[in-house]
């Protein structure tokens, strides 16, 4: 059958999935805005876990400027745990000699 294993795949594929699982749980990235302003942690599941706003920030009174602030700063966490799962999925996925990747 020219070597095609579909089961050893499926295999390969799980242990990858598990892989990426446990990858997702131990990254932690951190962003901020507005000149560190706003500062965000994210886990790699992409699950908010801190938000830190300089008093100064408050104290303006600008809510709109404040709420910008906190979305860029989402926003760009977000990035960040997207680019880390990409390059450890690039690593991982190159190794189960897949056709065309």
């Known amino acids: 059958m020219g070597g095609f ?3 050893e795949m499926l295999s390969q594929a799980r242990q990858q999935a598990e892989k990426l699982q446990e990858k997702m749980q131990q990254i932690t990235v951190e962003a901020s805005s507005g000149g560190g302003s706003v500062t ?10 801190s938000i830190s ?3 100064e920030v408050v104290k303006s009174g600008d809510i709109e400027m404040l709420q910008d602030l906190v979305v860029a700063a989402v926003n760009e966490a ?4 997207d680019e880390a799962l990409k ?7 190159g190794g189960m000699g897949l056709p065309g990747m």
């Open 5 to 7: 294993n579909l089961q």
């Open 53 to 55: 706003i300089e008093p």
């Open 87 to 93: 390059s450890s999925l690039g690593g991982m996925l």
């Open 78 to 81: 977000s990035r960040k745990v």
């Open 40 to 49: 965000v942690r994210m886990s790699g599941q992409k699950q908010l876990q």
